[in-house]
């Protein structure tokens, strides 16, 4: 076979691949769209996406408190994972020896393995209890002026899910890192510029992009996670009512109720689906628009 040959058969592979892809994508898209907007303007779309009680048994299904809930809990697991991942990759990548690295690197690969069940154990066993003992702290109670709270809550919730993006952030923004010529750290070093100043001012934005994807893939990880928010988050469908009191994600509201749901209970979790996916779509957009005006610029 010759060396032409070869190549025509790889991009026929190859294309067949991206094609495979593309297919997967417009068939959850086709499912997704035609059993779910039907149901949406059955219901009516005001009273569905904004409507905040949700009994299915009296055919009321109103979704705004799971879409709160799983806003706050992403908006938490960010605050939670993406400094701590950001500074941890900035670490191994320009501040950490080789032998720590060879330590830290089988660890964040580790993380990533581990099932999203475990989390939520770890998540019961350790995290649930507590948060539950400082809650009740007097200085929760006075400072704080926190007059009651729960161990399965937002707060939890945004912890754990902060944890679980961990090796997302921190393996994508140390790729990126490392991606960036170490001439912009040399030239800001020959301009009297500190180790820390260099890494900080000269490397970290030349990696932009980069880390603007890390976010990007930790928050799709955040709003997509279903198990151990279901075991942590104590899954009330009222509207949330505090940092540490219970709530219900999309997710959690899917995976909970699907296996006993029938006709327009059914319909409706498959809307929720629809209202999830397109509100995935719109963040990655956004992000999209942000990196691509950060590269622009």
């Known amino acids: 076979m010759t060396s032409k040959l070869k190549e025509g058969v790889m991009q026929v592979v190859f294309?067949?691949?991206a094609c495979v892809s593309i297919l997967a994508v417009a068939l959850i898209c086709i499912f997704l769209f035609a059993n779910g907007v039907p149901t949406l303007f059955k219901i009516g779309p005001m009273q569905f996406l904004l409507g905040t009680t949700w009994k299915p048994g009296n055919d009321i299904f109103g979704i705004l408190p799971m879409i709160l809930g799983s806003i706050y809990v992403t908006a938490g697991a960010i605050l939670v994972g993406v400094p701590i991942g950001l500074l941890t990759a900035i670490y191994m990548s320009r501040f950490a020896s080789p032998r720590i690295n060879k330590i830290m690197l089988p660890a964040v690969q580790l993380l990533a393995g581990i099932p999203s069940v475990v989390y939520g154990f770890f998540g019961m066993i350790v995290l649930v209890p507590a948060v539950q003992a400082m809650v009740k702290t007097p200085f929760f109670k006075t400072v704080l002026h926190v007059k009651s709270g729960k161990g399965m809550s937002l707060f939890t919730a945004a912890v754990l899910l902060g944890i679980m993006i961990l090796p997302t952030i921190i393996t994508v923004s140390k790729t990126s890192l490392d991606a960036v010529p170490n001439s912009y750290y040399e030239g800001s070093l020959a301009l009297g510029a500190t180790h820390e100043r260099s890494v900080f001012c000269a490397v970290l934005p030349a990696a932009r992009s980069g880390v603007l994807s890390a976010v990007i893939l930790g928050i799709g990880r955040a709003i997509g996670e279903t198990m151990a928010v279901v075991m942590v988050a104590g899954n009330q469908t009222w509207m949330p009512k505090g940092l540490f009191q219970g709530l219900r994600t999309m997710t959690?509201?899917?995976?909970?109720?699907?296996?006993?749901?029938?006709?327009?209970?059914?319909e409706a979790l498959i809307a929720t689906g629809v209202v999830l996916f397109i509100f995935i779509l719109l963040i990655n957009l956004c992000f999209s628009l942000v990196k691509g005006g950060s590269d622009h610029a």
């Open 15 to 17: 294309t067949l691949c």
């Open 252 to 266: 959690s509201n899917i995976v909970i109720e699907m296996g006993y749901a029938a006709d327009l209970h059914r």
